[in-house]
């Protein structure tokens, strides 16, 4: 039998002051990494604001 890995529930986001990427593992709620170049992270989707209506 083979061991799977548990696929971590991350998304990115983009902080308004540095206006740089961060990610966020939502299954902890808790800031993985943030980047230091511009541009958002390969692969990872881009959380949407969730619509309050």
């Known amino acids: ?4 890995a548990k ?5 990115q986001v983009k902080n ?3 206006n740089r990427y961060v ?3 939502r299954s902890v709620g808790k800031i ?6 511009s ?3 390969k692969d990872i ?3 949407r604001k969730k ?3």
């Open 23 to 25: 990610k966020i593992d």
């Open 7 to 11: 696929k971590r529930d991350v998304v």
């Open 32 to 37: 993985v990494a943030h980047k230091r170049s």
């Open 39 to 41: 541009g958002p992270y």
């Open 1 to 4: 039998m083979r061991m799977v």
């Open 16 to 18: 308004p002051r540095t």
């Open 51 to 53: 619509s309050g209506t």
């Open 45 to 47: 989707p881009v959380a």
